[in-house]
Nanobody, 122 residues
Framework: QVQLVESGGGLVQPGGSLRLSCTAS????????IGWSRQAPGKEREGVSC??????YYTDSVKGRFTISRDDAKNTVSLQMNSLKPEDTATYYC?????????????????WGQGTQVTVSS
């Protein structure tokens, strides 16, 4: 059974940092395309960051603050989030798909994780 399990969410003050991790089981994270999306209350889900064999991609609002990376030996993908802002508050989802967009989204999503909550508040 394919599973993507996120961890690392929590409550952090503005300007703080969090590191999200996504561990894949049931298949290898050698899946070419894997990334993170988020959904805030009352808003549509948006792509945050995506990684494939050619590079990394980010939505404009997180460029320079977030860094995506993968460890194929551990079947994990991580999202290092620095300089967090209240508008980053959302549930963050890991997903695999067929292609990355230049804006950090994933095309042809096939598997989703259950999500991890990130709250940025003083």
């Amino acid at each position: 059974q394919v599973q993507l399990v996120e961890s690392g969410g929590g409550l952090v003050q503005p300007g703080g940092s969090l590191r999200l991790s996504c561990t894949a089981s049931g298949f290898t994270s050698n899946s070419n395309v894997i990334g993170w999306s988020r959904q805030a209350p009352g808003k549509e889900r948006e792509g945050v960051s995506c990684i494939n064999r050619r590079g990394t991609y980010y939505t404009d609002s997180v460029k320079g603050r977030f860094t995506i990376s993968r460890d194929d030996a551990k079947n994990t993908v991580s999202l290092q989030m620095n300089s967090l802002k209240p508008e980053d508050t959302a549930t963050y989802y890991c997903a695999t798909g067929q292609a990355c967009t230049n804006e950090g989204g994933i095309v042809g999503t096939n598997y989703w994780g259950q999500g991890t909550q990130v709250t940025v508040s003083s």
